[in-house]
């Protein structure tokens, strides 16, 4: 599928021609080196990414690495000094006045850390901000601005004043101001980044929670690798103007491109971060359909198992043991009248940790996805050696 942005080859130099220190930057020198020689400062270098539609695009980074300057390059804030970066088909890097204002008005929006609410405005008024220099009438603006509040839980909370609020709330009423504009894409930088734990992690959870039904592209700035993978579909890592690596959590976590990403990621809590489908195994289902009480039987034996899944009309539909096989066989009952229902599912994108009170039943935990289908099977085993290895690694960190 078409990537909803597209960067390819950027680069930001700041402080005069950018030739001369790109072409540095192509003989292999370093930021400081240049800045040594020039007297610029390397921002981004060559720099390509794409960003799906409907994703959560998580740009992560120390102070400095250029994520900021990255994110106004896709608004057309900043100009690269090479490279293109593409909305839709809209290349913002070289595009006319009137296209990039288009670009601005009617899909991006930015949410900022420090969002700058007007003190002396309403909360509805704050939210509204930014629609009258687009041209619509009052009326339409109090609407939309209400229906953002209402997205983000303020919606009675219109009149109230930001000091009035929490500093979560505050937060809410600039993501508010973001979503009335009705954008396709949102851009937020370091949006959380003032408030404190606790009140982020809602926070983080209450934008997944509206990113399911909101369905927006958004590309997300922040310093801190727990809300990278908590929030990220994909997670580009910066580094002094590069891209480190670019992946999913888990191939963050779990194979880091170099050592930089690796020191990132040492005190991660692996079972927060990989999936069920991670250690799942392939599922080797029976059929309502077409098999009977002797087949699971002979399956199982096979298999050397004592349970196996069974679907039917490809939807999961239940389990059978060996011991209610046999006897069903014995007493001439279909495979129907042998299964149970009461065994432990899961979806494929649960965290191990999830799994974890589920994997105290006798039979393993089917992993089936949101049209029931069965994807793979987990066996309890291989959660507790999964956790076990985890803790294992702790400790050995603890004593080194
Ligand atoms: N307008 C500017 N003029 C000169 N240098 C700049 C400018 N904006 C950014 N820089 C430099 O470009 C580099 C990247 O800055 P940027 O603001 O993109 O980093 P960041 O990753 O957003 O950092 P932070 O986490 O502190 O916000 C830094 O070295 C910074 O000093
Ligand atoms: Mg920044």
């Known amino acids: 599928m078409k990537p909803k942005i597209y960067g390819n080859g950027l680069y930001k130099i700041f402080g005069g021609d950018a030739t001369t220190a790109i072409d540095l930057l192509k003989a292999g020198q370093s930021k400081d080196e240049i800045y040594a020689a020039t007297g610029q400062t390397v921002g981004v270098r060559d720099v390509s990414f794409k960003v799906a539609e409907g994703e959560i695009f998580v740009v992560m980074g120390l102070s400095g690495s250029g994520k900021s300057t990255l994110v106004r390059m896709i608004n ?43 003190p002396h405005k309403t909360v509805a008024e704050n939210a509204a901000f930014g629609l009258k220099i687009r041209g619509m009438k009052a009326s339409e603006r109090r609407e939309r601005a209400q ?53 982020r992690n809602d926070m983080q959870q209450e934008l997944l929670e509206l990113q399911r039904t909101l369905k927006k592209t958004i590309v997300f700035i922040t310093h801190d690798l727990n809300e990278a993978l908590a929030l990220g579909t994909t997670i580009a890592i910066m580094r002094d103007g590069v891209i480190a690596q670019t992946g999913t959590a888990e191939e963050i976590v779990g ?69 209610a096989a046999s006897a069903a066989h014995r007493d001439g009952l279909d495979l129907k009248d042998a299964l149970t229902d009461d065994f432990p599912t899961a979806s494929p994108e649960s965290l191990l940790n999830d799994l974890y009170p589920l994997a105290g039943t006798e039979y393993p935990i089917a992993l089936t996805d949101e049209k029931g289908q069965l994807t793979g099977i987990v066996h309890p085993q291989d959660v507790f050696q999964q956790l076990a290895n985890e803790e294992e690694e702790e400790e050995e960190k603890e004593k080194a």
Request: net charge negative; proline share 5%; charged share 25%.
């Open 76 to 118: 057309g804030l900043i100009k690269p000094s090479a490279g293109e970066i593409l909305i839709d088909d809209v290349n913002v890097a070289d595009c006319s006045d009137e296209q990039l204002r288009n670009v601005r008005r009617n899909k991006v929006a930015m949410v900022f850390q420090h969002f700058a609410l007007f």
């Open 147 to 199: 229906a953002a509040l209402e997205q983000v839980g303020l919606g009675a909370r219109g009149d109230s004043y930001p000091d009035e609020l929490s500093g979560g709330m505050q937060q809410r009423v600039g993501l508010a101001r973001g979503l009335a504009s009705e954008p396709e894409i949102l851009l937020m930088d370091e949006p959380f980044g003032a408030l404190d734990p606790l009140i």
């Open 255 to 323: 194979s880091p491109a170099d050592d930089y990403v690796a020191a990132f990621t040492r005190d991660i809590d692996r079972s927060q971060v990989f999936a069920a489908a991670s250690i799942a195994r392939p599922a080797t289902p029976l059929d309502l359909a077409t098999d009977n009480a002797e087949v699971a039987m002979t399956r199982m034996e096979e298999l050397g198992i004592d349970a196996v899944h069974v679907v039917d009309d490809g939807k999961l539909a239940g389990i059978v043991s060996y011991r």
